[in-house]
């Protein structure tokens, strides 16, 4: 392959991460299908490709269809294990965010209901909202008719409108000081001040560090609370766990506020939250090493200021 066949895929690659991240949720999977899109644009007859960026793309949204469709994607759901893999502000593959679409199609709130639509209505979804293809050119990448992209697009919109917690722009200022209280009240024990801090629908998933079978799941603000508390008590087995007495940092993760556990410079855990109208919407926990990866890598080139717990 020649020189100028490869300069066009890698001018290519990020957006191409970016897509395939949104519709896996994974960067580890989304990486093996750009990889893949690469392996069958080195093969293709590429004198016969008359535009090659929505080549690439038709490639590279079927290979990441085809792994939504697989038995491990099947399985995930059916266990009630699966989690997005959260990703570090600046991440490229987190890709474009000009407009508020395009930021809240990339928060693990909305890439976790987007888990709950078909592979299509996924596929559909994200090409418009996030990179704003229109109609036409969804129908050419999905193989179905201008009528069926807008059917697809308006039945995802709906329900993600219907089951979303909260949404909207928040400034991330404020975002944050929410974040800063709720970790305060959480790290003192003062339960009455997380409820307070909560919404009235707000849910709270949790990988229960790796350990659980299935994701742990909690409603109510009652109920969400007490389970912060419970996690945000420091232990010496949690502490052992961890690898040590984590600082605790606040840094944006997926476009949301977060809170980020660090041993040695390294993250064994973070609570990403969506906060709406002063409150805290929604949380997604997550400590499993497998799905920190990439974050991590991304944290050792952080410059994150200083922690607003020195050792939990």
Same mark, same amino acid.
């Given at each position: 392959?020649?020189?100028?066949?490869?300069?066009?895929?890698?001018?290519?690659?990020?957006?191409?991460?970016?897509?395939? @991240?949104?519709?896996?949720?994974?960067?580890?999977?989304?990486?093996?299908?750009?990889?893949?899109?690469?392996?069958?644009?080195?093969?293709?007859?590429?004198?016969?490709?008359?535009?090659?960026?929505?080549?690439?793309?038709? !490639?590279?949204?079927?290979?990441?269809?085809?792994?939504?469709?697989?038995?491990?994607?099947?399985?995930? *759901?059916?266990?009630?294990?699966?989690?997005?893999?959260?990703?570090?502000?600046?991440?490229?593959?987190?890709?474009?965010?000009?407009?508020?679409?395009?930021r809240?199609?990339?928060?693990?709130a909305?890439?976790?209901?987007?888990?709950?639509?078909?592979?299509?209505?996924?596929?559909?979804?994200?090409?418009r909202?996030?990179?704003? @293809?229109?109609?036409?050119?969804?129908?050419?990448?999905?193989?179905?008719?201008?009528?069926?992209?807008?059917?697809?697009?308006?039945?995802?919109?709906?329900?993600?409108?219907?089951?979303?917690?909260?949404?909207?722009?928040?400034?991330?200022?404020?975002? *944050?000081?929410?974040?800063?209280?709720?970790?305060?009240?959480?790290?003192?024990?003062?339960?009455?001040?997380?409820?307070?801090l909560?919404?009235?629908?707000?849910?709270?998933?949790?990988?229960?560090?790796?350990?659980?079978?299935?994701?742990?799941?909690?409603?109510?603000?009652?109920? !969400?609370?007490?389970?912060?508390?419970?996690?945000?008590?420091?232990?010496?087995a949690?502490?052992?766990l961890? $690898?040590?007495? =984590?600082?605790? @940092?606040?840094? =944006?993760?997926?476009?949301?506020?977060?809170?980020?556990?660090?041993?040695?410079?390294?993250?064994?855990?973070?609570?990403?939250?969506?906060v709406?109208?002063?409150?805290?919407?929604?949380?997604?926990?997550?400590?499993?090493?497998?799905?920190? $990866?990439?974050?991590?890598?991304?944290?050792?080139?952080?410059?994150?200021?200083?922690?607003?717990?020195?050792a939990?």
């Amino acid at each position: 392959m020649d020189s100028a066949a490869i300069d066009l895929f890698e001018a290519s690659r990020g957006r191409l991460a970016s897509l395939a @991240y949104r519709l896996l949720g994974s960067a580890a999977d989304a990486e093996d299908a750009v990889q893949d899109t690469f392996l069958r644009w080195q093969a293709a007859d590429r004198g016969y490709v008359e535009v090659p960026e929505a080549w690439l793309t038709k !490639v590279v949204t079927n290979l990441c269809l085809d792994r939504l469709r697989s038995a491990r994607a099947r399985h995930e *759901r059916a266990a009630g294990v699966w989690l997005p893999e959260p990703l570090l502000e600046g991440d490229p593959m987190l890709g474009p965010a000009d407009t508020v679409e395009q930021r809240e199609s990339v928060s693990l709130a909305v890439l976790t209901l987007l888990e709950r639509l078909s592979p299509v209505e996924r596929a559909a979804y994200v090409l418009r909202e996030a990179f704003s @293809y229109p109609h036409a050119e969804i129908a050419g990448i999905l193989d179905i008719t201008e009528s069926a992209s807008q059917q697809h697009v308006h039945r995802a919109r709906r329900r993600v409108a219907a089951e979303r917690r909260g949404g909207g722009e928040v400034d991330p200022a404020s975002a *944050r000081r929410v974040v800063e209280e709720f970790l305060a009240a959480a790290s003192s024990g003062r339960t009455e001040r997380l409820v307070a801090l909560l919404t009235d629908d707000v849910t709270a998933v949790s990988d229960g560090a790796g350990l659980a079978r299935r994701l742990l799941r909690f409603t109510t603000r009652e109920r !969400v609370a007490s389970f912060v508390r419970a996690g945000f008590k420091p232990t010496p087995a949690k502490r052992r766990l961890a $690898g040590g007495s =984590p600082a605790m @940092y606040i840094a =944006p993760v997926n476009g949301s506020p977060s809170v980020l556990a660090v041993v040695d410079g390294r993250v064994v855990g973070a609570v990403v939250f969506d906060v709406s109208d002063g409150r805290v919407a929604s949380l997604h926990g997550i400590a499993a090493a497998d799905r920190l $990866g990439r974050l991590n890598e991304a944290w050792r080139q952080h410059e994150p200021g200083a922690p607003v717990i020195d050792a939990w």
